[in-house]
Protein backbone atom coordinates (compact mmCIF):
# COMPACT_ATOMS: atom_id res chain seq x y z
CA UNK A 1 0.00 0.00 0.00
CA UNK A 2 2.62 2.17 1.09
CA UNK A 3 4.69 1.51 -2.16
CA UNK A 4 1.25 2.59 -4.61
CA UNK A 5 0.76 5.69 -2.63
CA UNK A 6 4.37 6.70 -3.67
CA UNK A 7 4.29 5.25 -7.37
CA UNK A 8 0.59 7.60 -7.29
CA UNK A 9 2.61 10.35 -5.55
CA UNK A 10 5.63 10.57 -7.88
CA UNK A 11 3.43 10.89 -10.66
CA UNK A 12 1.31 13.91 -9.67
CA UNK A 13 4.69 15.59 -9.18
CA UNK A 14 5.43 13.98 -12.84
CA UNK A 15 2.27 15.58 -14.46
CA UNK A 16 2.92 18.71 -12.17
CA UNK A 17 6.42 19.73 -13.41
CA UNK A 18 4.75 18.94 -17.23
CA UNK A 19 2.37 21.46 -16.36
CA UNK A 20 3.91 23.61 -14.97
CA UNK A 21 6.20 23.69 -18.01
CA UNK A 22 3.82 24.31 -20.05
CA UNK A 23 2.47 26.97 -18.80
CA UNK A 24 5.76 28.97 -18.04
CA UNK A 25 6.47 28.59 -21.98
CA UNK A 26 2.96 29.63 -22.41
CA UNK A 27 3.23 33.02 -20.13
CA UNK A 28 6.70 33.75 -21.46
CA UNK A 29 6.28 33.27 -25.30
CA UNK A 30 3.76 35.99 -25.03
CA UNK A 31 4.70 38.92 -26.55
CA UNK A 32 6.80 40.09 -29.84
CA UNK A 33 9.76 38.56 -30.87
CA UNK A 34 11.71 39.91 -34.07
CA UNK A 35 14.11 37.08 -36.06
CA UNK A 36 17.42 37.40 -35.03
CA UNK A 37 18.85 34.47 -37.56
CA UNK A 38 18.18 30.61 -38.82
CA UNK A 39 20.45 28.24 -39.41
CA UNK A 40 20.24 24.28 -39.23
CA UNK A 41 19.48 22.33 -36.30
CA UNK A 42 23.21 20.91 -35.96
CA UNK A 43 24.40 24.17 -36.27
CA UNK A 44 25.24 24.36 -40.00
CA UNK A 45 24.54 27.17 -42.28
CA UNK A 46 20.79 27.46 -43.69
CA UNK A 47 21.18 25.58 -47.19
CA UNK A 48 18.85 27.95 -49.10
CA UNK A 49 19.87 31.91 -47.94
CA UNK A 50 16.85 32.88 -49.65
CA UNK A 51 14.50 31.23 -47.04
CA UNK A 52 15.69 34.02 -45.12
CA UNK A 53 13.78 36.45 -47.48
CA UNK A 54 10.58 34.55 -46.40
CA UNK A 55 10.59 34.19 -42.75
CA UNK A 56 8.41 35.84 -40.44
CA UNK A 57 10.79 38.85 -39.73
CA UNK A 58 8.61 39.46 -36.25
CA UNK A 59 6.01 36.99 -34.27
CA UNK A 60 3.56 38.24 -32.16
CA UNK A 61 2.19 35.43 -29.46
CA UNK A 62 -1.18 36.64 -27.85
CA UNK A 63 -3.12 34.55 -25.11
CA UNK A 64 -4.53 32.10 -27.86
CA UNK A 65 -2.74 33.18 -31.26
CA UNK A 66 -0.07 34.40 -32.96
CA UNK A 67 0.48 37.00 -35.81
CA UNK A 68 3.17 36.17 -38.29
CA UNK A 69 4.20 39.78 -39.68
CA UNK A 70 6.77 38.96 -43.03
CA UNK A 71 8.96 41.86 -44.23
CA UNK A 72 6.02 44.36 -42.40
CA UNK A 73 3.10 42.76 -43.53
CA UNK A 74 0.40 41.23 -41.33
CA UNK A 75 -0.63 38.17 -41.80
CA UNK A 76 -3.95 36.48 -40.40
CA UNK A 77 -3.84 35.26 -36.59
CA UNK A 78 -3.30 31.73 -36.38
CA UNK A 79 -4.15 29.63 -33.20
CA UNK A 80 -1.22 27.67 -31.15
CA UNK A 81 -1.46 25.65 -28.13
CA UNK A 82 1.88 24.60 -26.25
CA UNK A 83 2.65 20.80 -24.69
CA UNK A 84 5.41 20.57 -22.97
CA UNK A 85 8.44 21.51 -25.34
CA UNK A 86 6.61 21.37 -28.39
CA UNK A 87 4.79 24.15 -30.00
CA UNK A 88 1.66 23.30 -32.04
CA UNK A 89 0.54 26.37 -34.62
CA UNK A 90 -2.56 25.54 -36.13
CA UNK A 91 -3.54 22.24 -36.46
CA UNK A 92 -0.50 20.32 -38.34
CA UNK A 93 2.71 22.56 -38.28
CA UNK A 94 4.99 21.51 -35.13
CA UNK A 95 8.30 22.62 -33.36
CA UNK A 96 10.28 22.27 -30.65
CA UNK A 97 11.29 24.55 -28.42
CA UNK A 98 14.75 24.55 -27.67
CA UNK A 99 14.73 27.54 -25.89
CA UNK A 100 12.34 30.19 -24.27
CA UNK A 101 13.74 32.87 -21.57
CA UNK A 102 12.52 36.63 -21.11
CA UNK A 103 14.49 38.13 -24.00
CA UNK A 104 15.40 34.85 -26.05
CA UNK A 105 13.26 32.37 -28.19
CA UNK A 106 14.74 29.79 -30.13
CA UNK A 107 12.64 26.72 -31.76
CA UNK A 108 13.51 23.82 -34.57
CA UNK A 109 11.41 22.19 -36.95
CA UNK A 110 9.61 18.72 -36.09
CA UNK A 111 9.63 16.64 -39.10
CA UNK A 112 9.40 12.74 -39.31
CA UNK A 113 12.58 10.70 -40.90
CA UNK A 114 14.45 13.98 -41.58
CA UNK A 115 17.91 14.34 -40.73
CA UNK A 116 19.25 17.01 -38.29
CA UNK A 117 21.01 18.79 -40.71
CA UNK A 118 17.67 19.10 -42.94
CA UNK A 119 16.16 20.84 -40.14
CA UNK A 120 15.66 24.84 -39.64
CA UNK A 121 16.36 26.10 -36.43
CA UNK A 122 15.04 29.57 -35.83
CA UNK A 123 16.36 32.47 -33.30
CA UNK A 124 14.11 35.34 -32.85
CA UNK A 125 15.20 37.78 -29.65
CA UNK A 126 11.86 39.87 -27.52
CA UNK A 127 11.46 44.08 -28.59
CA UNK A 128 8.92 45.83 -26.97
CA UNK A 129 8.49 47.68 -30.79
CA UNK A 130 5.11 46.94 -32.50
CA UNK A 131 5.73 45.50 -35.86
CA UNK A 132 5.00 49.07 -37.80
CA UNK A 133 7.79 50.57 -35.80
CA UNK A 134 9.96 47.45 -36.17
CA UNK A 135 9.52 47.72 -40.32
CA UNK A 136 10.01 51.51 -40.57
CA UNK A 137 13.61 50.84 -38.34
CA UNK A 138 15.02 47.87 -39.65
CA UNK A 139 13.90 48.52 -43.80
CA UNK A 140 13.09 51.75 -44.47
CA UNK A 141 15.38 53.98 -42.08
CA UNK A 142 17.93 52.32 -43.14
CA UNK A 143 17.29 52.44 -46.37
CA UNK A 144 17.49 56.19 -45.76
CA UNK A 145 20.95 58.38 -47.49
CA UNK A 146 21.97 61.69 -46.98
CA UNK A 147 23.32 63.48 -50.47
CA UNK A 148 26.04 65.34 -50.94
CA UNK A 149 23.91 68.77 -51.14
CA UNK A 150 22.02 67.60 -48.00
CA UNK A 151 19.09 66.16 -49.51
CA UNK A 152 17.26 62.98 -47.75
CA UNK A 153 16.71 60.00 -50.65
CA UNK A 154 15.83 56.52 -50.08
CA UNK A 155 17.92 53.41 -51.74
CA UNK A 156 16.29 51.67 -54.13
CA UNK A 157 14.96 48.44 -52.54
CA UNK A 158 12.09 45.89 -52.41
CA UNK A 159 10.93 47.81 -49.76
CA UNK A 160 11.22 51.50 -51.37
CA UNK A 161 10.62 51.66 -55.45
CA UNK A 162 9.04 54.06 -58.36
CA UNK A 163 6.38 52.44 -59.94
CA UNK A 164 7.05 52.40 -64.38
CA UNK A 165 4.73 52.34 -67.00
CA UNK A 166 5.12 49.80 -69.65
CA UNK A 167 7.15 51.28 -72.35
CA UNK A 168 5.36 49.76 -75.70
CA UNK A 169 1.73 51.42 -77.34
CA UNK A 170 -0.16 48.25 -76.77
CA UNK A 171 0.21 48.27 -73.31
CA UNK A 172 1.14 52.07 -72.26
CA UNK A 173 -1.91 52.00 -69.06
CA UNK A 174 -0.07 49.07 -67.54
CA UNK A 175 1.86 50.04 -64.83
CA UNK A 176 4.84 47.45 -63.30
CA UNK A 177 4.40 47.40 -59.42
CA UNK A 178 6.44 45.33 -57.89
CA UNK A 179 10.15 45.72 -57.44
CA UNK A 180 11.56 42.94 -59.71
CA UNK A 181 9.13 44.23 -62.46
CA UNK A 182 10.04 47.88 -61.81
CA UNK A 183 14.26 47.00 -62.01
CA UNK A 184 14.02 44.96 -64.65
CA UNK A 185 11.72 46.78 -66.94
CA UNK A 186 14.21 49.71 -66.20
CA UNK A 187 17.45 47.76 -66.54
CA UNK A 188 16.84 46.30 -69.90
CA UNK A 189 15.34 49.55 -70.92
CA UNK A 190 18.47 51.33 -70.57
CA UNK A 191 20.80 48.13 -71.54
CA UNK A 192 18.46 47.47 -74.73
CA UNK A 193 18.93 51.27 -75.61
CA UNK A 194 22.77 52.03 -74.77
CA UNK A 195 23.38 49.61 -77.36
CA UNK A 196 27.22 48.60 -76.10
CA UNK A 197 29.00 46.67 -78.63
CA UNK A 198 28.75 43.34 -78.30
CA UNK A 199 32.26 41.65 -78.29
CA UNK A 200 33.97 44.78 -76.43
CA UNK A 201 34.38 44.54 -72.34
CA UNK A 202 33.03 47.17 -70.80
CA UNK A 203 31.79 48.04 -66.97
CA UNK A 204 29.91 51.50 -65.95
CA UNK A 205 28.44 51.67 -62.70
CA UNK A 206 25.76 54.61 -62.93
CA UNK A 207 23.17 56.34 -60.06
CA UNK A 208 20.15 58.75 -60.97
CA UNK A 209 17.56 59.75 -58.32
CA UNK A 210 13.16 59.23 -59.19
CA UNK A 211 12.20 62.33 -57.60
CA UNK A 212 8.66 62.47 -55.41
CA UNK A 213 7.42 63.58 -58.46
CA UNK A 214 8.47 60.87 -60.64
CA UNK A 215 11.13 63.00 -62.47
CA UNK A 216 14.37 61.50 -63.34
CA UNK A 217 17.19 64.04 -62.28
CA UNK A 218 20.75 64.02 -60.83
CA UNK A 219 22.23 61.04 -63.29
CA UNK A 220 26.17 60.42 -62.68
CA UNK A 221 28.70 57.85 -64.07
CA UNK A 222 30.17 56.96 -60.90
CA UNK A 223 32.78 54.40 -62.78
CA UNK A 224 33.46 53.67 -66.66
CA UNK A 225 36.21 51.57 -68.32
CA UNK A 226 35.32 54.00 -71.65
CA UNK A 227 34.55 57.64 -71.25
CA UNK A 228 33.75 57.92 -75.02
CA UNK A 229 30.18 55.86 -73.81
CA UNK A 230 29.38 58.14 -70.79
CA UNK A 231 27.25 60.76 -72.90
CA UNK A 232 25.73 57.82 -74.86
CA UNK A 233 24.46 55.82 -71.38
CA UNK A 234 23.08 58.93 -70.02
CA UNK A 235 21.50 59.50 -72.97
CA UNK A 236 20.20 55.79 -72.46
CA UNK A 237 19.40 56.48 -68.82
CA UNK A 238 17.21 59.26 -70.65
CA UNK A 239 15.05 57.49 -72.26
CA UNK A 240 13.15 56.00 -69.03
CA UNK A 241 12.26 59.63 -67.91
CA UNK A 242 8.11 59.47 -68.89
CA UNK A 243 8.20 56.18 -67.59
CA UNK A 244 8.68 56.68 -63.55
CA UNK A 245 5.69 57.13 -60.92
CA UNK A 246 6.96 58.44 -57.77
CA UNK A 247 7.57 55.54 -54.90
CA UNK A 248 5.96 56.72 -51.41
CA UNK A 249 5.96 55.54 -47.93
CA UNK A 250 2.54 55.56 -45.68
CA UNK A 251 0.84 57.76 -48.63
CA UNK A 252 3.80 60.33 -48.55
CA UNK A 253 6.05 60.71 -51.66
CA UNK A 254 10.15 60.02 -51.55
CA UNK A 255 12.79 61.10 -53.89
CA UNK A 256 14.25 57.32 -54.82
CA UNK A 257 18.31 56.94 -55.49
CA UNK A 258 18.99 54.07 -58.17
CA UNK A 259 22.70 52.21 -58.82
CA UNK A 260 23.02 50.27 -61.57
CA UNK A 261 26.13 48.45 -62.97
CA UNK A 262 26.54 47.38 -66.50
CA UNK A 263 28.94 44.65 -67.17
CA UNK A 264 30.09 43.60 -70.73
CA UNK A 265 32.36 40.82 -70.16
CA UNK A 266 32.15 37.24 -68.66
CA UNK A 267 34.18 38.24 -65.61
CA UNK A 268 33.91 41.79 -63.53
CA UNK A 269 36.28 43.88 -65.41
CA UNK A 270 39.14 45.32 -62.68
CA UNK A 271 37.81 48.73 -62.51
CA UNK A 272 34.60 46.63 -60.25
CA UNK A 273 35.15 47.20 -56.54
CA UNK A 274 35.29 43.35 -55.55
CA UNK A 275 33.83 44.32 -52.48
CA UNK A 276 30.63 46.43 -53.62
CA UNK A 277 27.11 44.62 -52.98
CA UNK A 278 24.13 46.22 -53.86
CA UNK A 279 21.31 43.83 -52.02
CA UNK A 280 18.74 45.11 -54.21
CA UNK A 281 20.57 44.41 -57.30
CA UNK A 282 21.15 41.00 -56.53
CA UNK A 283 17.70 40.08 -55.40
CA UNK A 284 16.77 41.57 -58.56
CA UNK A 285 19.36 39.71 -60.66
CA UNK A 286 18.26 36.38 -58.71
CA UNK A 287 14.38 37.09 -59.56
CA UNK A 288 15.59 37.33 -63.39
CA UNK A 289 17.79 34.34 -63.30
CA UNK A 290 14.57 32.68 -61.95
CA UNK A 291 12.09 34.23 -64.59
CA UNK A 292 14.80 32.94 -67.10
CA UNK A 293 14.48 29.41 -65.57
CA UNK A 294 10.49 29.21 -66.19
CA UNK A 295 10.91 30.10 -69.61
CA UNK A 296 13.70 27.50 -69.84
CA UNK A 297 16.22 30.10 -71.30
CA UNK A 298 19.26 28.31 -68.73
CA UNK A 299 22.04 30.01 -70.61
CA UNK A 300 20.67 33.44 -70.08
CA UNK A 301 19.67 32.08 -66.44
CA UNK A 302 23.13 30.93 -65.89
CA UNK A 303 24.63 34.37 -66.34
CA UNK A 304 22.41 36.36 -64.64
CA UNK A 305 23.58 34.17 -61.64
CA UNK A 306 27.20 34.02 -61.64
CA UNK A 307 26.59 37.78 -61.87
CA UNK A 308 25.40 37.67 -58.26
CA UNK A 309 28.26 34.95 -57.46
CA UNK A 310 30.42 37.33 -58.25
CA UNK A 311 29.07 40.20 -56.33
CA UNK A 312 29.82 38.38 -52.83
CA UNK A 313 31.59 35.34 -51.47
CA UNK A 314 28.78 33.30 -49.72
CA UNK A 315 26.19 33.26 -52.65
CA UNK A 316 25.14 30.29 -51.68
CA UNK A 317 21.46 30.61 -53.33
CA UNK A 318 22.68 31.65 -56.77
CA UNK A 319 25.39 28.63 -56.99
CA UNK A 320 22.37 26.14 -56.17
CA UNK A 321 20.41 27.93 -58.86
CA UNK A 322 23.06 28.03 -61.36
CA UNK A 323 24.26 23.92 -60.68
CA UNK A 324 20.54 23.15 -61.45
CA UNK A 325 20.43 25.24 -64.81
CA UNK A 326 23.89 23.66 -65.85
CA UNK A 327 22.43 20.14 -64.64
CA UNK A 328 19.18 21.09 -66.91
CA UNK A 329 21.30 22.31 -69.44
CA UNK A 330 22.92 18.83 -69.60
CA UNK A 331 26.16 20.20 -68.21
CA UNK A 332 26.88 17.61 -65.47
CA UNK A 333 30.52 18.79 -65.28
CA UNK A 334 29.83 22.20 -64.28
CA UNK A 335 26.62 21.60 -62.39
CA UNK A 336 28.87 19.27 -59.91
CA UNK A 337 32.07 21.49 -59.61
CA UNK A 338 29.10 24.26 -57.89
CA UNK A 339 27.82 21.64 -55.63
CA UNK A 340 31.18 20.42 -54.93
CA UNK A 341 32.13 24.19 -53.96
CA UNK A 342 29.23 24.41 -52.19
CA UNK A 343 29.76 20.99 -50.29
CA UNK A 344 33.17 22.11 -49.03
CA UNK A 345 31.39 24.66 -47.01
CA UNK A 346 29.65 22.51 -45.20
CA UNK A 347 26.07 22.19 -46.95
CA UNK A 348 25.30 18.76 -46.64
CA UNK A 349 22.04 19.65 -49.57
CA UNK A 350 25.16 20.09 -51.70
CA UNK A 351 27.26 17.38 -50.81
CA UNK A 352 24.12 14.81 -51.55
CA UNK A 353 23.62 16.51 -55.10
CA UNK A 354 27.20 15.88 -55.75
CA UNK A 355 26.67 12.26 -54.51
CA UNK A 356 23.80 11.46 -56.19
CA UNK A 357 24.45 13.21 -59.41
CA UNK A 358 28.14 13.22 -59.90
CA UNK A 359 30.16 9.97 -58.67
CA UNK A 360 29.60 7.35 -60.88
CA UNK A 361 28.10 4.60 -58.87
Not at 206 to 225: N, T
Not at 247 to 259: H, M, R, S, Y
Request: proline share 2%.
Amino acid sequence: MKVLYLLILSLLFSFSGISQDKNDYAQKIIGNWMKDYIDMKDGSRIDDPSIDEITATMLIFKKNNIAVVIQGKDAASTPFEIFGDTLLVGSTVMYRIEKLTNYEFVFTQILENVPDYQLRRYHYLATKENSSDYFTRRFIKSNLKIQANGDSVYAFSKYIFPKFKANTVASRAFVFNTFEDVYEQSYDLIESTFDFPEKKKGFFKVSFVISKKGILKDISIKESSDSSYNAQLQLAILQTRKFWLPADIDGKAVDVLFNYEFNYSDEQNEINDDNYFDPAVYASLIARGDRQIEKMNYIKAIKLYTKCILMKDDAYDALYKRADAYFKLNVPKNACSDWNYLATKGLKKAEDLFIKNCIKR
